[in-house]
Every structure is written in structure tokens, then in C-alpha cells.
């Protein structure tokens, strides 16, 4: 009988995007028909199956990460980077044992991972008690933050990567070619590649803005960001603006009273981001991945800004966006109404620009995991899928 192979996608909660990736990926599996069974795997669950950290604490152990988003607390991150990189080290041995037990009781026959730090543990326990199966780590960042980000120097695996500046990054730590593979951008849901039956006009006009003026979208995420009463606050009688809060009921209400003589609507969390996109002509956030290359795909150039409050993790992404002329990046939201000043005066080229971006990495990946798995049978047969000898009694 045909072993049907099972691949794992692992993923967690902290900042939305891994879980975002791992769902968009799993879900175009399925659309075409790969013959997988296709597992979503928290790995918070599987280091802390009795959720022994949210009683002591009262939180998941992402909750911080998230809240501290959601509040603007991001100075000092990359020196609490560097100790949460320390605390995995110390606690390798123990999460080693924990995944072995795992990997063990599940056996996958592809395991991808689309989160940072936990690689190595990961890999290793992967590797000794189950050896042969693929492991792949498929960057949702642009880039990464050496060392022991995303990738770990000399693990014998595969990295999927989004820019030429992560390929590079890969190369430089000694990982063979064989093992590297490019795609032309970020994992981002399908719903952002499907084209909407959308009057634009008249949608604008039902949720109360003009369709004659230029219409901005500012959006940090599912958690929101209190930097966008600011933005508000000096765009409130310049320009017509969509304002996405997430999560945070707050942040909304207080978006709702805002003083201000330009049409702004604001919502609250919401899946329909891809509708939003289309009934806006530029972005404003935080310089995400996943949002950055949401907005690309849907043709809106950005507004974000790059300083001390940047997560190590988004800094390069303020390089990207000049690299490809994708918008504008500034030091504070306090010039953020010269930024829209400077989009709006050129709108139509940069909107040019913007649209030469082609990213179609969603429907790159599952090629990629298609070919690892075919390599790693053509070198050790699934044991499970060949008939066995029968086994004889010893006289």
C-alpha cells in the first residue's frame, strides 16, 4: 500500500505572520491537489502541551511579544533578542527531548518550518530520530538577523528564501547550493491574488468617503499600534484614510472621536484586508513583511518609518523598499503628512513601480517541498510504501 506522505508546517502566534504563512500555504496545498496530508503545527503546543506557562503566568508565551506591538514597546528588542537566544541555548537539551518525543509520535515525512530561533532544536531532534526526513525552513522575513535567526550555520537543510539578500545570507553561513531555493517573494494569503468584483466608487461612497481624493490605508497588524492616533492626528484634515486597528477596541474608539474635517473610516479586526487594499491608493505602517508585501501585491505604494523603535527583524525591509522604489521611508511618523505630500504628487509612478513587483512565491513553494520530498525518496525509500519480508520464527 502507497504511504500518503505527511508534511508538517510549523508555525506560532507571535506577530501573526508565521501562523498567516502557514495557513496561505496550507491552503494552496490543498487548492491543487497535492497528494499530502497537510499538518498544522503550533510549536508552543508541543514544547508546553499542558499549558503550564499561561497558568503560571496568565499569558501564551506570545502574548508579551503581541501586546508590546500592540502598545508601540518595541525599543530594546534586539538587545531581548539576543537573551531570548540565550534561554533557547540553555534550555537546547531539554527542547530536543520534548520535539524528539514528538517527531517521534507523529511521523512526518517533511517538516516545515516557518518560524526563527527554534531551528536548531528542531533540526537536530528531527535528525536523530528520524533520520532521512527533510527538514526545510521557509524565511517569512526579507531577510536575516544573523546569528541564529532563521538560519543556523552548516545545518544540513533546506531554506526556502524570499530575497536575494536572504539567498546571500544562506550562502555566506556554508549552506550548499543544492539546498538553497529562491522564491520571488513572501508567503502571502491567495485572497491577494484574486481578483475582487469590486465598484470601487460606489463602495467608497457606502462606507462614507469621496471617490474623487486619494485614499490611504493605515494598517500595523493585527494588534494595531497607538502611532496611529499620530498619523491620524496630522493627516485628520489633509487626507481620506482607512484605518485598521485589529484587535485593539481602544485604539478604535478613539480613531472614532478624532477631531478631523477628512472622511476616515475606521475598522476593527477584519480578514477582508484584500478589499480595503483595492479601495485604497497608498499604505502606511509598520515595515512588516507580510503587510508590506500584502499592499505590493495590490499595487499601493507605502509609507513607513525606519528607526530605533524598528525590530531588528524589519530593518532591512526599509532597505528594500528603497532598493525597488516601492515608497517612501522616514525617521518618524511626524513628517508622515510630507511623505503623503511626496506619493501624492507622483502618484502614478510610483504605483508603476510598485507594480513591477512580481511576487508569486505562494504558488512557488509548493513546487519547491514537491521536489525536496522526491530527492529525499529517490535516496531512502519510504520503508513504509515497500513490501516487507515476512518474518520467520527462530527454531
Known amino acids: 500500500m502507497v504511504h500518503t506522505k505527511t508534511v508538517d508546517l510549523v508555525y506560532f502566534n507571535a506577530g501573526g505572520g508565521h501562523r498567516a504563512s502557514a495557513l496561505a500555504l496550507q491552503a494552496v496545498l490543498q487548492s491543487q491537489g497535492w497528494p499530502w496530508a497537510v499538518r498544522l503545527v503550533n510549536l508552543f503546543e508541543v514544547l508546553d502541551p499542558k499549558d503550564k506557562f499561561r497558568r503560571l503566568t496568565g499569558n501564551a508565551p506570545e502574548d508579551w511579544y503581541n501586546q508590546r506591538l500592540a502598545r508601540g514597546w518595541t525599543i530594546g528588542m534586539a538587545q531581548e533578542l539576543r537573551l531570548l537566544q540565550g534561554l533557547i541555548r540553555l534550555a537546547h537539551p531539554a527542547l530536543v527531548r520534548r ?24 533540526f537536530e531532534s528531527l535528525a536523530s530520530v528520524l533520520p532521512g526526513v527533510p527538514y526545510v525552513t521557509v524565511l517569512t522575513d526579507l531577510a536575516d538577523v544573523p546569528p541564529n535567526f532563521w538560519i543556523e550555520r552548516r545545518q544540513p537543510q533546506h531554506f526556502v528564501c524570499g530575497t536575494p539578500r536572504a539567498l546571500e545570507q ?14 520571488s517573494g513572501m508567503i502571502i494569503r491567495p485572497a491577494f491574488y484574486e481578483p475582487l468584483a469590486l465598484d470601487r466608487a460606489s463602495e467608497q461612497r457606502r462606507l462614507g468617503l469621496d471617490p474623487s481624493r486619494p485614499t490611504g490605508l493605515v494598517l500595523f497588524g493585527g494588534h494595531g499600534s497607538k502611532a496611529m492616533l499620530g498619523i491620524a492626528r496630522r493627516l485628520a484634515d ?18 472614532k472621536v478624532l477631531a478631523g474635517s477628512a472622511p476616515r473610516v475606521v475598522v476593527g479586526f477584519t480578514t477582508d484586508i484584500p478589499r480595503y487594499m483595492q479601495l485604497a491608493d497608498f499604505f502606511i505602517g509598520k515595515p512588516g513583511p507580510g503587510s508590506l508585501s500584502e499592499a505590493v501585491q495590490q499595487g499601493l505604494p507605502v509609507i513607513v518609518v525606519d528607526n530605533a523603535l524598528t525590530m531588528p527583524q524589519e530593518r532591512y525591509n526599509a532597505q528594500w523598499i528603497r532598493e525597488n522604489e516601492l515608497g517612501v521611508v522616514l525617521r518618524s511618523f511626524r513628517r508622515v503628512d510630507v511623505a503623503v505630500d511626496t506619493l501624492l504628487s507622483e502618484l502614478a509612478r510610483w504605483q508603476r513601480s510598485v507594480r513591477r513587483m512580481r511576487n508569486r512565491a505562494l504558488f512557488e513553494v509548493p513546487d519547491i517541498l514537491a521536489q525536496i520530498l522526491q530527492t529525499a525518496q529517490q ?8 513490501p516487507q519480508p515476512a518474518q520467520h520464527a527462530s527454531r
Open 238 to 255: 489633509s487626507t481620506q484614510l482607512i484605518l485598521v486597528c485589529g484587535h485593539n477596541q481602544a485604539l478604535a474608539r478613539r480613531l
Open 170 to 183: 544562506a550562502r555566506s553561513m556554508d549552506h550548499d547550493e543544492s539546498r538553497l531555493h529562491a522564491t
Open 379 to 386: 535516496v531512502q525509500p519510504d520503508l513504509r510504501s515497500t
Open 99 to 122: 520535539l524528539q518525543q514528538h517527531w517521534l509520535r507523529t511521523e512526518p515525512d517533511l517538516v516545515v518550518s516557518l518560524v526563527p530561533n527554534f531551528n536548531k532544536a528542531m
